[in-house]
């Protein structure tokens, strides 16, 4: 039978969405066709009239008992459809005439109508022979038109028999239903002739009679009401937060917790960044909302990307950061404590010597317990492995100080334990063999109550017994899966499966025993083998009450209440505000006073202009936007005109005429031409002109000009204002006049002046003597007029004479970031430069930025899409500053990375930059180098290169070399022959240069140099640095361990403790001081699986006592909540 367990379209595609919003539409499907003669599959199908009046009224139903021994089902369960399983059957009259599919009335399990399927198969036996059998299949929802639901179940399909006494013939299935496969079970389920055979007993009157037990999960993707069958309600998953969900609901349930967090002040905190407010929300709606709870709030105020509510995290460690977190958020507040007191034991750790009257201990406290499952049957052999007694002796005694090493016994013992209890069952453990983690699907038994008081130094006041109140449970495997929690919420037995955003009740069974774990053969039809237990919660039995305590709203703090209710009604607000959007636009207006200090084309620029945004009912006409501009602007209607900024077709951005007799009552949707948003200019009464209204505009006689001056000197433009100008106007009588007067400028000086066009096209005005319109080409309202003295317009003492000049430069002008390639995330600064700059010009304007030499820098590109340094830019690059900038995303500022250098960029440019490490005399720190040798170069010239930064040994040999280094192990030397372009120092492998030992300079015939590596435990647990040491064939061992005893400086007590081994083709053998050397052994061994030859070396095994590296390599990442 074919097990779909993971559907192309699964119910985790609908986590942001409400599970119980609406009843999904149903249509017909299904067809219990295909198959291989032994199991089902999807299709549509075909049934009779007469099938399906057979039908009706002939399915019966019950309730599973609840003293069903296999499939228990606790009595408090609803007997109702949202029941968790049942059993039902339907018997087939006229079998032998059956010829098309039939289906049996529904039963409905978990909300869902479950039917039995029937119909005659078809398929070719072994000898190719047609043999007819009969198929058997269940049908889940197979009338709903949804693409979305699923439902995990598991059920026996049973053939009755006729004879009282005589077991049915059972076939067993688990599937997971969804659309596209509805119904499952077995195209063979039993041959025709052997159901039609009376000696069989399975067929009476020709009448059959088909049975079916069913057990479901709560479905996702249909109308389950979790709050109206459980009285809870769940939480959606983001993508990959299970394993949060789980441990929320946890802790929820936890109620002294819960209500500490309630009362932790949060009054002034940061919505958006405060942990405990967004705890303290989701809780809150967890009690009293009828819908799944969302988690964004929480997980951002965790400070989380969006990336990390799709990485699945270790549940243990999340709980461990989200305790302490609180812990330190609760210090100094009415519930400081709260959190040790509900989870805090304590243990002692001791080392007790056999001989000497020496014991030691250390008190340690502890959140959480992991627990060693592997071998183990239940949580007593672990709580019993836990505390057994360690005997130090021979290699490993114990140092009991003025008492020397000593033969000692180390172990733990608990000292307390807390009312709740975490226990963390450690299902992940590293697998040497495949040098991964791997999860532990063993069998492990844990019971209801727990009885820890055997495991206590000392008895409490009131015994240790505990009641199990969480069972959190993984699916999967160590690359990830799926986490739920079964809660027993009051203490009293009585089970909820919380499965992200669906809970549903649930037996002890279900909730307790079926999550053991265990291999095929020790689980039932209802269990996957990779699904089981990962962490239980234990309660003191003597704490219940006060663990477990009921809180009402009135637990709540008002102060709290008032504020969700408020953050709520702001949400609705704007949610509002969002679905009638489509019915809104938004204005925006832009003031005269915008247009002053603008140094670029048109009147001002759209990213930095100072926007009033309005936002109006696109149904409002024109005359009520303008009613409420004025009523905000504080002017009347009548000192304001609009004119709408359109985009013409050069691409300038000018203000263009309303004809306020005709557009006054228009709606604005029909005026703006629906642009959302709709940009206008709103023109007022000067505020000292004592005017009491806007000068009349005569649309067919008059002209909207704007004037800007010119300053050549200080290659700026200053905004001179706007004019309404009647297209007949001489130039030089009316208009020069005017622009001396704007300008500042003393009347009768000389103007020349300017059509700015568009970008980089501005036009000299010829012949002033005539009318505004001719002098003007296409005069429309809204143009500019550049204007400037003519008497500076070809000073060659000015950089940028004329306004022609200074719009050209700006054309090409560009603002650049320069950030600098060695600072991580480097802000950089930013320069205005002109594209046309060649890479001298840049380079000295960014080194006089710096205060450096130009030749000090180098420069490099930014690589297309992605904020990264690209290819350096050489000092020799004959394009242009624009050429370096290509591939820019759109609207993204353009970067330019440097760096600063130690030798000038010419030099650097016939060079390699090598980077390697330097290992000091007492080899007890390796410096890094940077070293710049010719390209060309061989190890030979590296090695000068590097004599030039490090110090050699007063009386040493004054010789270096260069060795590679990979895993903490030396690979091999490299000869000063060989060239650098063949050296990589891509990948894994490091290099490092050493002075050679004086004793090294010359190898005799038995002699040899061999690598010598540190390792812990285990081969491929290499560390610290490793080294090359010259041994001689014969040599006793114990001598060689004395030198290289000598040559690390390590104190006699601590070399006690170091073993030695020779390691080949990965496995060690470990020298003792009688051995002696065989440089055979130290030879390139080959191997057929090992290319190139495995080549032996010296091991040092001992405790590392650097401090270790974080356990996450860079693939993932640790949990962390930031705020």
Not at 27 to 45: H, K, L, S, T
Not at 243 to 261: E, G, W
Not at 913 to 938: A, D, S
Not at 1010 to 1039: C, N, R, Y
Request: hydrophobic letters at 35%; a negative charge.
């Amino acid at each position: 039978m074919n097990h779909v367990t993971q559907p192309p379209t699964p119910d985790k595609d609908l986590e942001l969405m409400d599970t119980q919003e609406e009843e999904v539409a149903e249509e017909g499907g299904g067809d219990g066709g295909g198959g291989d003669g032994r199991d089902g599959g999807g299709g549509g199908v075909v049934v009779t009239e007469g099938g399906e009046e057979q039908m009706n009224g002939d399915t019966h139903t019950q309730e599973v008992s609840s003293s069903t021994t296999l499939h228990d089902h606790d009595s408090e369960m609803d007997e109702d459809d949202a029941r968790s399983e049942a059993k039902f059957w339907f018997p087939v009259k006229e079998f032998s005439k059956l010829k098309d599919t039939m289906l049996s009335s529904p039963c409905y399990v978990r909300n869902l109508p479950w039917k039995i399927m029937v119909m005659p198969r078809t398929s070719q036996s072994q000898d190719r022979q047609p043999q007819r059998s009969l198929g058997f299949f269940l049908q889940c929802n197979g009338e709903s038109e949804s693409t979305s639901w699923s439902c995990n179940a598991a059920a026996e399909l049973r053939l009755l028999s006729v004879r009282e006494g005589q077991e049915p013939f059972t076939r067993k299935i688990q599937h997971l239903f969804y659309s596209k496969e509805n119904d499952w079970g077995f195209s063979h389920f039993m041959g025709w002739n052997d159901v039609l055979d009376p000696e069989k007993g399975y067929i009476k009157d020709d009448t059959i009679t088909l049975e079916v037990w069913v057990s479901a999960d709560a479905p996702h993707g249909v109308s389950w009401d979790s709050k109206k069958h459980t009285g809870y309600v769940g939480l959606k998953n983001q993508g990959a937060t299970c394993y949060m969900n789980s441990l929320l609901q946890v802790l929820y349930f936890t109620s002294q917790l819960r209500m500490a967090v309630y009362k932790m002040p949060t009054e002034s905190d940061d919505s958006t960044k405060s942990v405990a407010l967004a705890l303290q929300r989701v809780f809150h709606e967890l009690q009293t909302c009828d819908r799944p709870v969302g988690t964004k709030k929480l997980t951002k105020s965790f400070g989380w990307e969006t990336l990390d509510s799709f990485m699945q995290h270790d549940a243990q460690e999340f709980l461990r950061v989200l305790l302490d977190k609180l812990e330190t958020k609760m210090k100094g507040t009415c519930v400081e404590g709260v959190i040790p007191r509900l989870f805090e034991g304590k243990t002692v750790s001791y080392f007790k010597c056999k001989h000497v009257d020496y014991t030691s201990s250390r008190t340690e406290t502890f959140y959480d317990i992991q627990l060693n499952i592997k071998g183990k049957k239940d949580i007593y052999e672990s709580f019993k492995d836990y505390i057994s007694v360690e005997t130090l002796e021979g290699d490993n005694k114990y140092d009991a100080g003025e008492h020397g090493l000593q033969e000692a016994e180390k172990g733990v013992i608990f000292q307390s334990f807390p009312p709740v209890l975490h226990l963390h069952l450690m299902r992940f453990q590293y697998d040497p063999i495949t040098d991964s983690n791997v999860k532990i699907n063993d069998r492990y038994e844990f019971p209801e109550k727990l009885n820890m008081d055997h495991f206590l130094q000392k008895a409490d006041s009131t015994p240790a017994t505990y009641v199990l109140h969480a069972v959190l449970v993984h699916s999967g495997d160590n690359h990830g899966g799926h986490y739920v929690v079964f809660i027993n919420p009051k203490g009293d037995g009585k089970w909820c499966k919380f499965d992200d955003d669906v809970v549903s009740k649930c037996s002890r069974i279900e909730a307790i025993h079926n999550n053991f774990g265990g291999h095929e053969d020790d689980l039932t039809l209802t269990v996957k083998h990779c699904t089981n237990a990962y962490m239980l919660v234990y309660i003191r039995e003597s704490s219940l009450r006060t663990v477990l305590q009921e809180v009402t709203e009135d637990d709540i703090p008002q102060e709290l209440i008032d504020r969700l209710q408020e953050e709520k009604r702001i949400e609705m607000i704007r949610r509002k505000e969002r679905n009638e959007a489509h019915l809104y636009m938004n204005v925006q207006v832009i003031l005269e006073d915008s247009f002053s200090g603008h140094q670029g084309n048109d009147l001002y620029d759209p990213d930095k202009a100072n926007y009033r945004i309005f936002r109006v009912k696109k149904c409002a006409t024109l005359q009520d936007f303008l009613e409420q501009v004025a009523e905000s602007l504080k002017y009347p209607v009548e000192q304001i005109r609009p004119w709408p900024l359109n985009l013409r077709t050069n691409q300038t951005n000018r203000p263009t005429l309303l004809d306020l007799e005709t557009d006054l009552h228009k709606p604005l949707s029909e005026i703006s031409d629906n642009s959302n948003p709709w940009t206008v200019f709103i023109e007022t009464v000067p505020p000292d002109s004592g005017l009491k209204s806007l000068t009349a505009f005569d649309k067919d006689s008059d002209v909207l000009l704007f004037f800007k001056y010119y300053d050549p000197r200080h290659k700026r433009l200053h905004y001179c204002g706007h004019h309404y100008m009647h297209i007949s106007f001489n130039v030089p009588e009316e208009l020069v006049p005017l622009l001396n007067e704007r300008a500042g400028l003393p009347q009768g000086t000389e103007l020349a002046l300017f059509e700015e066009i568009k970008p980089n096209l501005v036009e000299q005005l010829a012949d002033l003597d005539r009318p505004l319109e001719k002098v003007l080409d296409e005069l429309m309202d809204g143009d500019i007029i550049v204007f400037q003295r003519e008497d500076l317009l070809d000073d060659p003492s000015l950089e940028l004479p004329s306004c022609r000049d200074y719009f050209r430069d700006l054309f090409f002008r560009v603002e650049v970031t320069f950030c600098d390639k060695t600072v991580p995330l480097d802000p950089g600064f930013v320069m205005e430069l002109s594209q046309r700059m060649n890479y001298d010009q840049m380079a000295r304007a960014v080194a006089q930025r710096l205060d450096t030499d130009p030749y000090l820098l180098q420069f490099f590109k930014s690589q297309s899409y992605r904020d990264v340094p690209g290819n350096a830019v050489r000092c020799t690059y004959e394009g242009t500053l624009k050429d370096m900038l290509v591939c820019m995303k759109p609207r993204h500022p353009k970067k330019i990375y440097y760096q600063q250098l130690s030798i000038r960029i010419n030099e650097l440019e016939n060079k390699r930059q090598f980077k390697c490490t330097w290992l000091g005399e007492r080899m007890k720190e390796e410096i890094e180098l940077v070293l710049y040798p010719n390209k060309n170069g061989t190890v030979a010239d590296l090695l000068h290169e590097a004599r030039k930064q490090v110090t050699v040994s007063e009386n040493g040999s004054g010789k270096l070399r260069l060795v590679d280094i990979a895993s903490y192990k030396i690979s091999s030397t490299l000869s000063e022959s060989i060239g650098l372009d063949t050296v990589s120092t891509s990948g894994t492998k490091s290099y490092r240069i050493e002075e050679i030992p004086t004793e090294e300079l010359h190898i005799a015939d038995d002699e040899m140099l061999i690598p010598v590596a540190h390792f812990h435990k285990e081969i491929f647990s290499t560390f610290g640095i490793p080294f090359l040491f010259k041994v001689k064939q014969g040599e006793l061992f114990s001598h060689v361990r004395d030198r290289i005893q000598k040559r690390l400086d390590v104190p006699d007590k601590e070399f006690e403790k170091y073993r030695f081994a020779i390691v080949m083709m990965g496995r060690p053998t470990f020298f003792t001081d009688d051995d002696v050397v065989n440089l055979q052994d130290f030879k390139p061994h080959t191997n057929p699986t090992s290319v190139p030859p495995s080549k032996p070396w010296l091991g040092l095994e001992h405790v590392n006592k650097a401090p270790k590296r974080s356990r996450y390599n860079y693939l993932e990442k640790a949990i962390k909540i930031y705020n």
